[in-house]
C-alpha cells in the first residue's frame, strides 16, 4: 500500500519511511508565512503498516479533521482532512493498492479526480528484485564450487584436521556472503542513481517553461492594454525582471547529465507541460497540456486571469520541485559517499579473502605432508608419555602442597597459643603495675602525714616550754597556781619526761 495527499488536483507521494512537511527543504513545502520551516512528519511503522503524523512544535500547529493535534502523534485513516498553519488549503490522506497504481497509468494525467503516479514508482521494485535474484545465483554457484574444492582437498585427512578445514570454510562463506550483500547494495545504489538522475534535466526543463510563460503572460498584459493608457511602474519593473533573468539551465554533472540551453527549447505557440505530480520521471508519459500562444489568445479579459492562475500554478510548482532537486542533490551526494565507503569495504574484503586463501593453501600444504601415518603415531606417543609425565609431577605437586598447607594449620596454631600467653602476660603486667603505682601513692600520703605529725610534735613542745618558763617566773614572784596552771601540770611532766631538742 502506498500513501499520498491530495490537494487541488495535486498529488503529493509520501515516502515509504518518513514525510517531513515545511515552508523550505522538506519533502512537501507549502508556501505560507503561517508554516513553520519545519512544521510537521508523517511517519510510517512497517510493523503494523500505519501512518501517523506528529507536529514539530509549530506556531499555528497542525489540525486533523479540524481538531488541532498539538505534540502527540495521531494516526491517520483514508479521507482524513489535513490542514497546516492558517494555510486555507485542506490536503485529504489517501491509500492505493498496487492494482489502482497500474489502472491510473492509463488515466488522463491532468484530470484531477484521478492520480498521476510516474512509472519509475513502479520499475524500481521490479529491478531491485531481479539484481538481488542474481546476485543469489551468484553465491550459490560461488558457495558450491568452493565446496566441493574443499571437500575433495579433505578426503585423505584426520579427524582433527577436517574440523579445521571446517571452520576455515566457515570463515570463507561467511566473506563471500558479506562480498554479496555489499554487491546487492551496489546494485540497489546503482538503480538508484540511474532512476533518480532525469528528475534533475527536468525540473531544468519546467523552469525554463516557467519563465516561458511568465513573459508571455507579461506580453499579454501589456498588449491587452488600450494604447493611451500607458504601462504602471509595477508591470515595468515585472517585465524588466522577467528580461534580465537567464533561460539557460546547467544541471550538475553526474549520472544522467543533460545540458538544456536556451536554443533548445521550442519557440512555438504550443508548450507542452507533464502531468502535476510532484516526483517526475523522463519515462512518464502521456498528453500533454497545450498553451494557447499570444495569437491565439485575442478576446476577453478573463483569458488574462486564466495565464494568472497558470503563472502561480507553475510558481508553486518550480517551488515544489526546487526543494525536489535539492533534496534529490542532497541524497545523491550521501549516496555517493556510501558508494565510497562499500568500495572501501569491498576492497579490504578482498584483502582478507586473499589472505584467508593464502592461509588455506598453507594448511593444505601441511596436511599433504601429515599423510605419513607412521611419523604422526609417533608424534601422539610422544605426546602420550609428555601427559604423563606432567600428570605425576602434578599429582607430587599436589601432595607437597597438601603437606604444606597441614605444616601451616599447625604452624598458625601455634601463633594464636603464643597470642594468648602473650595476652595473659600483658595482662598480669597491666595489674602489677596498677598495684605498684597504688601502693607508691599510699606510701606518698603516709610520708606527707608523718611529716605533718612532726611538725605538730614540734609546735606542741615549744608552746610547752613557753608555759614552764612562764610559770617558773609566776613561781618566783610569789603567785600562787591558777586552774589553768593544774591543767598544765600534766603537759608539763610529759614535757620533761621528752628530750629537748638541743640534747639532739
Same mark, same amino acid.
Given at each position: 500500500m502506498s500513501a499520498f495527499l491530495q490537494a487541488l488536483g495535486w498529488v503529493y507521494p509520501l515516502s515509504p519511511k518518513l514525510t517531513t512537511i515545511g515552508q523550505?527543504?522538506?519533502?512537501?513545502?507549502? *508556501?505560507?508565512?503561517?508554516? *513553520? &520551516?519545519q512544521h510537521a512528519v508523517i511517519e510510517r511503522n512497517e510493523k503494523e503498516n500505519i501512518m501517523t503524523i506528529r507536529d514539530l512544535s509549530s506556531k499555528k500547529g497542525t489540525y486533523v479533521n479540524d481538531v488541532l493535534i498539538g505534540k502527540s502523534s495521531v494516526l491517520l485513516k483514508p479521507g482524513d482532512q489535513l490542514r497546516f498553519g492558517c494555510s486555507p488549503t485542506v490536503y485529504e490522506f489517501e491509500l492505493m493498492s498496487p492494482n489502482e497504481k497500474l489502472s491510473l497509468y492509463r488515466k488522463h494525467p491532468l484530470s484531477t479526480n484521478k492520480l498521476n503516479i510516474p512509472r519509475w514508482m513502479q520499475s524500481t521494485g521490479e529491478a531491485t528484485i531481479d539484481a538481488d535474484d542474481k546476485v543469489t545465483e551468484n553465491t550459490t554457484t560461488r558457495i558450491s564450487v568452493e565446496t566441493s574444492e574443499v571437500k575433495q582437498s579433505l578426503s585423505n585427512n584426520d579427524s582433527r584436521e577436517s574440523a579445521e578445514i571446517a571452520r576455515h570454510q566457515q570463515t570463507v562463506t561467511s566473506n563471500n556472503l558479506e562480498l554479496d550483500t555489499k554487491d546487492q547494495l551496489i546494485s540497489r545504489l546503482q538503480n538508484d542513481l540511474n532512476r533518480l538522475s532525469p528528475l534533475e534535466a527536468i525540473s531544468a526543463q519546467k523552469d525554463i517553461l516557467i519563465r516561458r510563460l511568465q513573459q508571455q503572460v507579461t506580453q499579454l498584459s501589456i498588449s491587452k492594454i488600450p494604447r493611451g493608457v500607458l504601462p504602471t511602474q509595477e508591470s515595468l519593473s515585472f517585465q524588466k525582471r522577467q528580461e534580465s533573468e537567464g533561460l539557460e539551465v546547467s544541471v550538475s554533472p553526474g549520472a544522467g547529465d543533460i545540458m538544456i540551453p536556451t536554443d533548445t527549447v521550442d519557440n512555438s505557440p504550443t508548450c507542452a507541460i507533464r502531468s502535476n505530480t510532484r516526483p517526475v520521471s523522463a519515462s512518464s508519459t502521456g498528453p500533454l497540456f497545450q498553451i494557447p500562444s499570444r495569437s491565439t489568445v485575442t478576446s476577453p479579459t478573463g483569458s488574462l486571469t486564466i495565464d494568472?492562475?497558470?503563472? #502561480?500554478? %507553475? $510558481?508553486?510548482?518550480?517551488?515544489?520541485?526546487?526543494? %525536489?532537486?535539492?533534496?534529490?542533490?542532497? *541524497? %545523491?551526494?550521501? $549516496? *555517493?559517499a556510501y558508494i565510497g565507503r562499500l568500495n572501501q569495504d569491498l576492497k579490504e574484503m578482498g584483502r582478507k579473502l586473499d589472505e584467508k586463501s593464502t592461509e588455506l593453501s598453507i594448511l593444505q600444504a601441511k596436511f599433504a605432508k601429515a599423510h605419513d601415518n607412521s611419523k604422526y603415531l609417533r608424534q601422539t606417543e610422544a605426546h602420550e608419555k609428555e601427559l604423563t609425565t606432567v600428570r605425576q609431577k602434578y599429582k607430587t605437586t599436589e601432595i607437597r602442597c597438601d603437606a604444606l598447607n597441614s605444616e601451616l594449620d599447625r604452624t598458625k596454631l601455634e601463633m594464636e597459643k603464643l597470642k594468648r600467653a602473650l595476652d595473659?602476660?600483658?595482662?598480669? #603486667? #597491666?595489674?602489677? %603495675?596498677? &598495684?605498684? &603505682? #597504688?601502693m607508691k601513692s599510699t606510701v606518698t600520703s603516709l610520708e606527707r602525714s608523718e611529716r605533718n605529725a612532726k611538725l605538730d610534735k614540734q609546735e606542741t613542745v615549744s608552746q610547752g616550754r613557753k608555759w614552764l618558763a612562764h610559770l617558773s617566773e609566776k613561781k618566783m614572784n610569789g603567785f600562787f597556781l591558777t586552774k589553768e596552771d593544774l591543767i598544765r601540770k600534766p603537759l608539763r611532766r610529759e614535757l620533761r619526761s621528752q628530750p629537748s631538742p638541743i640534747g639532739k
Amino acid at each position: 500500500m502506498s500513501a499520498f495527499l491530495q490537494a487541488l488536483g495535486w498529488v503529493y507521494p509520501l515516502s515509504p519511511k518518513l514525510t517531513t512537511i515545511g515552508q523550505s527543504g522538506c519533502d512537501i513545502i507549502i *508556501d505560507n508565512p503561517s508554516v *513553520d &520551516e519545519q512544521h510537521a512528519v508523517i511517519e510510517r511503522n512497517e510493523k503494523e503498516n500505519i501512518m501517523t503524523i506528529r507536529d514539530l512544535s509549530s506556531k499555528k500547529g497542525t489540525y486533523v479533521n479540524d481538531v488541532l493535534i498539538g505534540k502527540s502523534s495521531v494516526l491517520l485513516k483514508p479521507g482524513d482532512q489535513l490542514r497546516f498553519g492558517c494555510s486555507p488549503t485542506v490536503y485529504e490522506f489517501e491509500l492505493m493498492s498496487p492494482n489502482e497504481k497500474l489502472s491510473l497509468y492509463r488515466k488522463h494525467p491532468l484530470s484531477t479526480n484521478k492520480l498521476n503516479i510516474p512509472r519509475w514508482m513502479q520499475s524500481t521494485g521490479e529491478a531491485t528484485i531481479d539484481a538481488d535474484d542474481k546476485v543469489t545465483e551468484n553465491t550459490t554457484t560461488r558457495i558450491s564450487v568452493e565446496t566441493s574444492e574443499v571437500k575433495q582437498s579433505l578426503s585423505n585427512n584426520d579427524s582433527r584436521e577436517s574440523a579445521e578445514i571446517a571452520r576455515h570454510q566457515q570463515t570463507v562463506t561467511s566473506n563471500n556472503l558479506e562480498l554479496d550483500t555489499k554487491d546487492q547494495l551496489i546494485s540497489r545504489l546503482q538503480n538508484d542513481l540511474n532512476r533518480l538522475s532525469p528528475l534533475e534535466a527536468i525540473s531544468a526543463q519546467k523552469d525554463i517553461l516557467i519563465r516561458r510563460l511568465q513573459q508571455q503572460v507579461t506580453q499579454l498584459s501589456i498588449s491587452k492594454i488600450p494604447r493611451g493608457v500607458l504601462p504602471t511602474q509595477e508591470s515595468l519593473s515585472f517585465q524588466k525582471r522577467q528580461e534580465s533573468e537567464g533561460l539557460e539551465v546547467s544541471v550538475s554533472p553526474g549520472a544522467g547529465d543533460i545540458m538544456i540551453p536556451t536554443d533548445t527549447v521550442d519557440n512555438s505557440p504550443t508548450c507542452a507541460i507533464r502531468s502535476n505530480t510532484r516526483p517526475v520521471s523522463a519515462s512518464s508519459t502521456g498528453p500533454l497540456f497545450q498553451i494557447p500562444s499570444r495569437s491565439t489568445v485575442t478576446s476577453p479579459t478573463g483569458s488574462l486571469t486564466i495565464d494568472q492562475h497558470l503563472v #502561480e500554478r %507553475l $510558481k508553486k510548482e518550480r517551488q515544489i520541485l526546487s526543494g %525536489l532537486v535539492t533534496q534529490l542533490q542532497r *541524497d %545523491l551526494t550521501n $549516496k *555517493d559517499a556510501y558508494i565510497g565507503r562499500l568500495n572501501q569495504d569491498l576492497k579490504e574484503m578482498g584483502r582478507k579473502l586473499d589472505e584467508k586463501s593464502t592461509e588455506l593453501s598453507i594448511l593444505q600444504a601441511k596436511f599433504a605432508k601429515a599423510h605419513d601415518n607412521s611419523k604422526y603415531l609417533r608424534q601422539t606417543e610422544a605426546h602420550e608419555k609428555e601427559l604423563t609425565t606432567v600428570r605425576q609431577k602434578y599429582k607430587t605437586t599436589e601432595i607437597r602442597c597438601d603437606a604444606l598447607n597441614s605444616e601451616l594449620d599447625r604452624t598458625k596454631l601455634e601463633m594464636e597459643k603464643l597470642k594468648r600467653a602473650l595476652d595473659e602476660k600483658q595482662s598480669f #603486667e #597491666e595489674k602489677w %603495675l596498677k &598495684e605498684v &603505682e #597504688e601502693m607508691k601513692s599510699t606510701v606518698t600520703s603516709l610520708e606527707r602525714s608523718e611529716r605533718n605529725a612532726k611538725l605538730d610534735k614540734q609546735e606542741t613542745v615549744s608552746q610547752g616550754r613557753k608555759w614552764l618558763a612562764h610559770l617558773s617566773e609566776k613561781k618566783m614572784n610569789g603567785f600562787f597556781l591558777t586552774k589553768e596552771d593544774l591543767i598544765r601540770k600534766p603537759l608539763r611532766r610529759e614535757l620533761r619526761s621528752q628530750p629537748s631538742p638541743i640534747g639532739k
